[in-house]
């Protein structure tokens, strides 16, 4: 039998082991402020070469900076911003020059090439919203040759070869130490505005995207509005790059926008490490310094990248930022015991609307002369744990992603509390209060465990991009309402001492109940679990029974797709079990352990 959630120990807090400390938040800034500290005293050596080269660094930074959410959170391979550099430069050099109209100041020019950028840099990617890796590289590719053509052949507004003069900034920024200054502010509030995204639901949300799709759009997270959303921010930063570097340049040709300049973006962002910005950021500053403190490099530059990218692969797979990741690399407790607290769970799910009910009738959905689903009826209740079981290929995979809009049946209804449920949208099951787990734990490797259960409470946050971009009041409000939360659900699951670790370092078992804490994170009204026992040992699969259970006295219908046998005999009210994609049998577990059929077909004697 299970235990009841009352009986236990309250003292219990989570997995054994010692915590791995986490630091505070604003020590995550101390690096910036010291590079910001460095720069700002450059000048002070009185190099002007070196202003002028730092002033180039700052420039693609603020290029970088945006393309680093496109390339390094959402795993995009954007390989041809050089791109919208050139969109940037072009547009802020003609408006100033007045080729297409009077001629305009050059700030105004400047912000002209900022909206440019932002309406390119939606066209250049709104192929990876359905082309793949490399595919999306080569349209990104394709498209900086296309703007190159377009800059050479349209001569009496860009000069063709001859090209066009870039904005003279007036004074003080008519210096080079002027510019400078103005480049590394610009540079700075590109920092602070990407690390603010990528340190918001929406960054977390970009490497959900890249790490674990289908969990992603599971949580609510729509890809193509957020990655259209950072497409454009992405850009605006390169379109103002593209007008700063025309400015820098004094005068442009096409020939000034490289393969080499749009090989160097990329890999800044390959050796600095992914879901990083200070990685990214030295990344830039090595790599625009590095040909220059080796002048006759200068015309090796691509193979200089290329050879430092074959070693940081090679030496540190995770780039700079996984070097400066201390924390990460140290040691857990072997042997560690997961010690959930279910009495937790009334919090977590508190606000729960309970009696929810789903109507599955006469559904079939085939693939090829395959019946994975063939005429089910089912009803999932609130309150209940409903338990499908079945031999393997029975369909209850299928079935649980037909309810959560995944897979399209063939024919049959679904209905919810009595309205039409709709069919083959995943994205909006969220919302409408359904989570689920993987048959293999859909995890994002590459963040905390705090950060993974946070995601799943994406669809709960308030605060639009904009108010993420600049920190406003009600994002900070969703950041702290979230973070308490997804501490609440881990301490529920008996994870809460491994909030800070990478989840790729957790080990099977753990993903299995960090799947469920994200799941909790929705707050559902049903529950979908694809075999979350799977893998687990004895004593934790009864833990996770005395979870499960509880979930359903909150109010939530759980759907338990599971083999192992005691388990659903000990926690379900309702099995239904599948054979060949039919119902071979539905009751209660008293009824179903007697059922002949069922014995001899899947129990066994
Ligand atoms: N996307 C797909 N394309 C083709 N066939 C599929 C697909 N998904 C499922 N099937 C087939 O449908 C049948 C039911 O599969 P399903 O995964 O639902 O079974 P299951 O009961 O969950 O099995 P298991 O217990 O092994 O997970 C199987 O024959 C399977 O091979």
Redesign the pocket.
């Known amino acids: 039998m299970v235990a009841d959630a009352k009986s236990y120990s309250p003292a219990a807090r989570g997995i054994d082991g010692p915590a791995p400390v986490r630091m505070p938040s604003w020590t995550r800034a101390l690096p910036f402020i010291a590079l910001l500290a460095a720069a700002l005293a450059l000048p002070a050596l009185g190099n002007n070469y070196w202003t002028v080269i730092a002033t180039r660094a700052a420039i693609y930074w603020v290029l970088v900076s945006g393309l680093n959410l496109i390339v390094g959170y959402a795993g995009q391979l954007a390989i041809g911003y050089v791109a919208l550099l050139t969109v940037g430069a072009y547009t802020a050099s003609v408006l100033a020059a007045g080729n297409v109209s009077a001629a305009w100041e050059p700030f105004p020019a400047l912000i002209a090439a900022g909206v440019a950028g932002g309406l390119f840099g939606l066209i250049v990617g709104l192929p990876a919203l359905r082309l793949r890796t490399f595919y999306f590289a080569m349209a990104t590719l394709g498209f900086a040759t296309i703007v190159t053509q377009i800059a050479l052949a349209w001569q009496p507004v860009t000069g063709g070869g001859i090209g066009v003069p870039g904005p003279a900034l007036p004074a003080p920024f008519d210096s080079d130490m002027g510019l400078y200054y103005l480049c590394l502010g610009i540079a700075a509030v590109a920092t602070i505005l990407t690390a603010n995204i990528a340190h918001s639901r929406f960054g977390r949300g970009l490497i959900a995207i890249r790490d674990a799709e289908v969990a992603a759009e599971a949580c609510g997270i729509s890809k193509v509005k957020l990655l259209s959303t950072i497409f454009i921010l992405a850009g605006v930063l390169a379109g103002v790059a593209g007008g700063l570097f025309s400015s820098l340049q004094t005068y442009i040709t096409p020939e000034a926008f490289t393969f080499e300049l749009s090989v160097l973006f990329f890999i800044s962002i390959l050796i600095g490490g992914r879901s990083s910005i200070l990685g990214p950021l030295l990344g830039t500053l090595i790599l625009t310094a590095l040909p220059e403190i080796a002048a006759p490099l200068a015309a090796w530059s691509n193979f200089l990248y290329a050879f430092l990218l074959l070693v940081i692969v090679l030496a540190m797979p995770g780039g700079i930022a996984s070097l400066l990741d201390f924390g990460g690399r140290s040691p857990l407790p072997a042997n560690r015991r997961i010690v959930p607290e279910p009495a937790a769970l009334r919090e977590v799910l508190a606000g729960v609307p309970g009696g929810g009910h789903i109507s599955l009738e006469n559904l079939h ?1 085939s ?2 002369g ?4 063939n005429g089910l009826d089912m009803d999932i209740r609130a309150g209940q744990v409903h338990g499908l079981i ?12 037909v309810i959560s809009g995944y ?1 399209r049946p063939q024919m049959g209804h679904m209905q919810e509390n009595g309205a039409v449920l709709p069919v083959g949208e995943p994205l909006g099951r969220a919302r409408r209060g359904f989570a689920r787990t993987f ?1 293999t734990p859909r995890i994002i490797g590459d963040t905390s465990v705090l950060k993974n259960v946070m995601a799943g409470g994406y669809t709960r946050a308030q605060g639009s991009f904009m108010e993420a971009l600049f920190q406003l009041g009600r994002h900070r409000r969703d950041e702290r309402s979230l973070r308490a939360a997804a501490e609440l659900a881990l301490r529920a699951v008996g994870l809460s001492r491994m909030a800070q670790v990478r989840a790729d370092r957790l080990q099977h078992s753990e993903l299995r109940f960090l799947e469920l804490a994200r799941a909790l994170m929705l707050r559902p009204a049903y529950l979908l679990l ?2 979350p026992a799977a893998g687990l040992t004895g004593e934790e699969i009864k833990r996770l029974g005395e979870i499960i259970k509880e979930i359903s006295r909150c109010g939530t219908a759980v759907l338990l ?1 599971e ?1 192992h046998a005691d388990l659903i005999f000990d926690i379900c009210d309702h099995v239904t079990v ?1 054979n060949l ?1 039919s119902v071979l049998a539905s009751g209660t577990p008293a009824e179903i352990r007697k059922h002949k059929e069922v014995v001899s077909a899947y129990l066994g004697a």
């Open positions: 959905l693939f090829g395959v019946k994975a689903i079945g031999p393997n290929g029975s369909g209850k995979t299928t079935t649980l992603n897979y048959q694809d075999e797709v083999h599948l994609g």
